[in-house]
Nanobody, 112 residues
Framework: QVQLVESGGGSVQAGGSLRLSCTVS????????MGWYRQTPGKQRDFVAK???????NYVESVKGRFTLSRDNAKNTVHLQMSSLKPEDTAVYYC??????WGQGAQVTVSS
């Protein structure tokens, strides 16, 4: 059974930094895209960033220049380094792999 194990997140003041990690555990044939979505109460889950197996990245406009994705293919792990955090980044962040696998969610809270 494949699972996505998320770690990191927490609370920080505006301007601070946090790092999220997501590791794929279990047997999986191939990992293509790895990325993150986020969701606030009462709203839909929105795309944040993704990285392909070849290392190409894509970010939502609001996080460009502040968030950085990296990937360790040997460890089936993706990291999201978040800097210059803003209160509007507050959300539950979900890891996504291959478009259909989801992590359990990690709370990120940014206070002003």
């Amino acid at each position: 059974q494949v699972q996505l194990v998320e770690s990191g997140g927490g609370s920080v003041q505006a301007g601070g930094s946090l790092r999220l990690s997501c590791t794929v555990s279990g047997s999986i044939s191939s990992i293509y895209n790895m990325g993150w979505y986020r969701q606030t109460p009462g709203k839909q889950r929105d795309f944040v960033a993704k990285i392909t197996s070849g290392g190409l990245t894509n970010y939502v406009e609001s996080v460009k220049g502040r968030f950085t994705l990296s990937r360790d293919n040997a460890k089936n792990t993706v990291h999201l380094q978040m800097s210059s955090l803003k209160p509007e980044d507050t959300a539950v962040y979900y890891c996504n792999v291959n478009g259909y696998l989801w992590g359990q969610g990690a709370q990120v809270t940014v206070s002003s």
